[in-house]
């Protein structure tokens, strides 16, 4: 059984600093993180050097696919037709990456067939995040 899903797309930074126009990021999903998902950004696109991943919930992507969803952090919303943004806040700044809206369908659809919508609580593994949360108190 699959648990993990991970998915390369090209994205295009719209306001960056390195002159990078279009990046490889990778989407992944993991079923024992069942209500996120997390967006890596290689070395070269980033201002510190570094691959930076994003995590965010998998319900503000879905959202975001059809309305502007988020008000925090990490921001999704529909641009023209078939392409979908998101803003990543930062102390630093913000990074916008605009994307094909059909590459991000493709991998929510895939995510759902690890974990259905709505059943995400029953993957979760409380003892064991409790118990790494409580490791250190004692």
């Known amino acids: 059984m699959i648990t993990v899903i991970e998915q390369a797309v090209q994205a295009r930074l719209v306001a960056s600093a ?3 126009e279009s990046i490889p990021v990778t989407l992944c ?3 024992a993180d069942p209500f996120a998902v997390r967006m890596a950004f290689p070395a070269p ?3 510190e050097g570094v691959e930076v991943s ?3 919930a998998r319900e503000l992507l879905e959202a975001g ?8 952090d ?3 919303r529909p641009y023209g037709a078939g392409h979908t943004v998101v803003e990543f806040h930062a102390p630093e700044g913000v990074a916008i990456v605009l994307m094909e809206s059909e590459d991000l369908r493709r991998f929510l659809d895939r995510s759902f067939t690890v974990v259905p919508a709505g059943v ?3 993957y979760l593994d409380v003892d064991h995040s409790l118990a790494e949360l409580m490791r250190g108190s004692c």
Do not use: C, I, M, N
């Open 18 to 20: 390195p002159k990078l």
């Open 120 to 122: 995400e609580h029953l």
């Open 74 to 76: 990490v921001r999704v």
């Open 54 to 56: 994003w995590s965010f």
């Open 29 to 31: 999903y993991d079923q």
């Open 45 to 47: 696109a980033t201002l």
């Open 65 to 72: 696919l059809v309305r502007a969803a988020g008000h925090g």
